[in-house]
């Protein structure tokens, strides 16, 4: 089975950095599309980053800018660099795969970041 896990969630103050890294199992990251989504409290989940298997990104408006997603297709790796975070950045971040030959989805079990001074 497809399994994804993110890690490199905690606590930073406002203006830091923060980076996460999912890490993917199976055979079909390299025929992926990635993302990074994130859900407050009270709030519906968001894709804030995504990268194509051909290395193409897109970002929502609200971390344009300031976040960047790339890959690493040799060892199956996903990362999102964010800097200058905001307390509204604060959320749980999931990773997801699209598989491009089915369209189905898969999705790690989140990490925690808060932005808090």
């Known amino acids: 089975q497809v399994q994804l896990v993110e890690s490199g969630g905690g606590l930073v103050q406002p203006g830091g950095s923060l980076t996460l890294s999912c890490v993917t199992s199976g055979n079909i990251f390299k025929i992926s599309t990635m993302g990074w989504y994130r859900q407050a409290p009270g709030k519906q989940r968001e894709l804030i980053a995504a990268?194509?298997?051909?290395?193409?990104?897109n970002y929502a408006d609200s971390v344009k800018g300031r976040f960047t997603i790339s890959r690493d297709n040799a060892r199956k790796l996903v990362y999102l660099q964010m800097n200058s975070l905001k307390p509204e950045d604060t959320a749980v971040y999931y990773c997801?795969?699209?598989?491009?030959?089915?369209?189905?989805?898969?999705w790690g079990q989140g990490t925690q970041v808060t932005v808090s001074s």
């Open positions: 990268i194509t298997s051909g290395g193409t990104t």
């Open positions: 997801n795969a699209r598989f491009v030959m089915t369209g189905n989805e898969y």
